[in-house]
């Protein structure tokens, strides 16, 4: 794949964030996190731009040429190869949060058995569990920590807009479910993202057990 970069991006520091999410995206892969070519991963790499994974490979066999460069519309830049058919869900916290730096999204047996089981309530709500404090700004397990569901589609701009919507209601989002698919988590750098990714995976378990105890 030849990426023509803008002038204004070193290929030192895309290839720093191509290398980065091929390395996450592999060791997620390991999880099982990202089954049959699902998942797609992506990082800021400046004001206007952010590395991406093209669309349909293999998350657990990824390389630096398996990443390509998108603006903040979520249009490819200087390459014809396809960006994830989700780049828009990406470019939207990038837009929203200019703090923010990784972009994750997992499918996860877990997050896809959650997001059906509390697609009806359309959030998850969870108190009560230690881990939620590996959220950032949540310093209690008292807090109340919502994850929403929202519904599956393939037409990215209603996704985006229900994620506008949460967020416009003036309700703090950390993550989120589509229902029946997987979630999208984001942090300031990659190691906030794998964190949030990681505590949420096992919040999820955790409240999925406690229905298969009470069943
Ligand atoms: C292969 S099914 C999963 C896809 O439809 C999609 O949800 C996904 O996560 C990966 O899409 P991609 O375009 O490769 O980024
Ligand atoms: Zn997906």
């Known amino acids: 794949m030849s990426q023509v970069l803008p002038a204004s991006i070193s290929a030192a520091l895309f290839h720093e964030r191509a290398d980065a999410i091929a ?15 699902s998942s797609n991963f992506s990082m800021r790499v400046d004001a206007d731009h952010a590395a991406i994974t093209i669309s349909g490979r293999d998350k657990g066999k990824l390389g630096r040429d398996d990443i390509m460069l ?3 519309d979520g249009k490819a830049v200087g390459t014809d190869s396809r960006p994830s058919a989700e ?13 923010i730096n990784t972009v994750l999204h997992t499918h996860s047996r877990t997050q896809s058995v959650a997001s059906r089981l509390f697609a009806k309530d359309g959030v998850v709500k969870l108190q009560g569990w230690e881990l939620q404090k590996a959220i950032h700004g949540h310093t209690t397990h008292e807090s109340v920590l919502d994850i929403p569901v929202f519904p599956n589609t393939q037409h990215m701009p209603e996704l985006v807009a229900q994620v506008d919507a949460w967020i416009d209601a003036g309700k703090p989002l950390h993550a989120y479910l589509i229902n029946g698919h997987g979630i999208y988590t984001w942090g300031r750098d990659m190691a906030e993202a794998r964190r949030h990714l990681e505590a949420l995976e096992f919040l999820l378990v955790c409240e999925l057990d406690l229905r298969r105890l009470n069943a």
């Open 87 to 99: 780049t828009e869900l990406h470019t939207q916290v990038y837009r929203r949060w200019p703090e």
């Open 70 to 72: 998108v603006d903040m």
């Open 23 to 37: 390395a996450a995206a592999r060791e997620l892969a390991q999880h099982g996190w990202t089954p049959a070519t």
